[in-house]
């Protein structure tokens, strides 16, 4: 994720003379990468890339802990400056002005504190500059504050109305499938019974814990108690309810990755020292705070040994600790054993002695580390790899105007009986929904679905490689078939079936349409593509929709294809060409006339230029590589191949 940082406001929690260009190419050298540097009015601005993984880093205060501990290894002195907080109220988990129930699934930390007497209004200029530098608006002090805090220390907070809350009751639960919350951009939302809401006192739904608080227990003008609020909500419910309502919030984004639980109080009492300097707000003596199962400092034991075999050079076991404990981690050392104590705001990341290596290696700096060339000689390429042919046949199709697909393998109950037989599909024991029961066994279903989707009306043609599932039989895992189909859409049968024959001419591929109904496909429009005895694939018409279809087993191409073919030099003699047009009876097909044709010697290509009804308009070519063919010998391989046509076919020529 990307975030901003104003250079004043990191300068609040780091204490180093460090230009910002200096800052930015350290910390890109050894923590979060900083892209740019920008500059929104007067301020300057680090544009920085944190990973997902290290949530921590999110706000002003975690990069300011970052750089503390990186710029000293380029010898830049810094300092981490804590963050100064004048609040003593104690924490308590009963108190008198809120009455809480909390499943603690949902909410591992709970924390509130009532605001008597704030006065609603703009926040001082340096808020607001900073607030507007970060891309947020600034609203009020009241709203402003919430946003300052989630900048500053990566937690995000919320602001109730106090006098909005009915009966001083809050109950954090789990939605109910079908009820419906009002938040405070006016979206109202149907939940689905696995997201996180608060109701008050009266029953009604006053915030949709983690993305937006709800409208009727918003901040106006007129509010004079405020209920500062600070949680730790489960992450997945987050991002669950984030992702299905398509409301994705900056505090959703910061709650889905899991916050620290630690670093909730530490926000409560910052947000207090702001109420009371920028509203003027009168804060109650306890803050409530529910925290059932504390942070237990995680621990992970590693070598000196095992950190230098990982890096590949040797590091002194007090460099390892200074690097560390520089990072917020305890260290504890007994000859070459480490013991490191994971704090909680490094608790989601930090598992592993690995993990623990990886923190060594980025603040040693991985330019120090040793680098060697790899040696031995290169792998060869493997030669007709299945993935080279994949990729040769995708660019073929692509040639070819084809328009490649990509979709999913699980299919629903609906799109197998489309071109499946039931049997052959296999559901599966667990599915996420009934849209992902089976795994497909052919890619029609899919392709169809594709093209419904598309909604042109002009010709296209797509296409996809990808496995198909079959019944395993006797083994225990089903037979995967990497596959090849296609779909044409107002194409005619005779321009899709070119492209077919071209995809095999290209492979040298001497394939025979035979044909041969099946499920899905009109009647008498399906055919079957065989080499010899073996069958590749089929092409037709499928049922209801119009569509031509094709499909070929990819490993079978690749086994019959000629990926480099035989050299043929062209016929030193000119050839003769006709056109001749045959009358066929009904039910003869033309291909196997054209093949009969093709078979006769001294032909080198038959070719359809045009038909009519049960007319065809044959193109013969006659050729003799040995010499210039005459009228004569022409006429009579014509003859014979007549003679074969009326015998084998009942075909005769038309006058």
């Not at 014509?638 to 006058?655: H, S, Y």
Request: aromatic fraction near 8%.
């Amino acid at each position: 994720m990307d975030i901003l940082i104003p250079d004043n406001w990191l300068r609040d929690f780091l204490k180093t003379k460090a230009t910002p260009e200096k800052i930015a190419k350290c910390l890109s050298l050894a923590g979060p990468s900083v892209e740019k540097i920008e500059k929104s009015e007067s301020i300057l601005v680090y544009l920085i890339e944190v990973t997902t993984n290290r949530i921590d880093s999110a706000s002003v205060y975690g990069i300011a802990r970052e750089a503390a501990a990186i710029l000293p290894r380029f010898k830049i002195p810094a300092a981490l400056q804590p963050v100064k907080v004048a609040s003593s109220q104690k924490l308590a988990g009963t108190v008198d002005y809120l009455s809480v129930k909390v499943d603690p699934v949902l909410c591992k930390r709970f924390t509130a504190i009532l605001i008597h007497d704030v006065k609603v209004g703009p926040s001082p200029k340096h808020i607001q500059e900073r607030l507007s530098a970060v891309g947020i608006r600034p609203i009020n002090n009241i709203v402003d504050i919430s946003n300052y805090l989630m900048q500053e220390l990566g937690q995000p907070t919320h602001t109730f109305d106090y006098d909005k809350i009915k009966g001083a009751r809050m109950v954090l639960r789990a939605s109910k499938p079908g009820e419906k919350i009002t938040t405070l951009d006016g979206k109202t939302h149907e939940l689905s019974g696995d997201d996180i809401v608060i109701e008050d006192g009266g029953g009604r739904l006053v915030d949709l814990a983690g993305i937006m608080g709800g409208g009727n227990s918003a901040i106006d003008p007129h509010t004079r108690n405020v209920l500062l609020f600070v949680q730790h909500y489960n992450p997945i419910n987050i991002r669950r309810t984030s992702m299905r309502l398509s409301h994705r919030t900056q505090a959703a984004a910061l709650f889905e990755k899991g916050l620290d639980p630690e670093n909730i109080e530490l926000t409560v009492r910052r947000g207090i020292d702001l109420f009371v300097e920028l509203a003027g707000g009168k804060p109650a003596k306890t803050i409530f705070d529910i925290y059932p199962k504390a942070y237990k400092p995680k621990v992970i034991s590693t070598r000196v040994g095992f950190i230098e075999e990982r890096l590949g050079t040797k590091i002194l076991k007090k460099d390892i600790t200074r690097y560390l404990l520089a990072l917020g981690f305890g260290v504890r050392t007994m000859g070459n054993a480490i013991t490191v104590s994971v704090p909680s705001f490094r608790a989601e990341d930090i598992n592993l002695p690995e993990d623990i290596v990886e923190e060594v290696a980025r603040i040693y700096g991985y330019h120090n580390l040793p680098s060697a060339l790899m040696m031995g000689a290169l792998p060869e390429k493997l030669h007709n790899s299945p993935f080279d042919f994949e990729k040769r046949i995708k660019d073929l199709e692509k040639t070819l105007g084809a328009i490649e697909v990509y979709t999913s393998s699980l299919v629903s109950k609906e799109l197998v009986s489309l071109q499946d037989v039931s049997p052959r599909a296999l559901k599966l024991k667990n599915p996420l929904g009934k849209e992902s029961e089976y795994l497909r066994s052919s890619l029609a279903p899919s392709l169809v679905q594709v093209a419904k989707r598309v909604g042109e009306k002009e010709p296209f043609h797509i296409f996809e490689i990808a496995n198909v599932y079959l019944s395993p039989g006797k083994q225990s895992l089903p037979d995967e078939k990497m596959t090849l189909g296609g779909v044409f859409f107002n194409y005619s049968w005779r321009e899709a079936r070119g492209i077919v024959e071209t995809i095999l001419r290209n492979f040298s591929i001497q394939a025979e349409f035979e044909p041969e109904n099946s499920m899905g496909f009109l009647l008498n429009h399906r055919l079957t593509i065989n080499v010899g005895k073996d069958n590749i694939g089929e092409f037709g018409t499928l049922e209801g929709r119009g569509l031509v279809y094709y499909e070929f087993d990819v490993e079978s191409l690749r086994t019959f294809a000629k990926l480099i073919p035989g050299y043929q030099p062209e016929p030193k003699y000119p050839p003769q060409i006709e056109d001749i047009t045959l009358l066929l009876p009904s039910k003869i097909y033309i291909g196997p006339v054209i093949e009969n044709i093709r078979k006769t010697n001294n032909i080198a290509s038959v070719e359809l230029v045009d038909n009519y009804q049960n007319t065809v308009t044959l193109r013969v070519t006659y050729q003799d590589s040995n010499k210039t063919m005459t009228d004569k010998e022409v006429q009579t391989i014509r003859e014979k191949i007549l003679q074969v046509l009326d015998k084998k076919f009942g075909i005769n020529i038309k006058d």
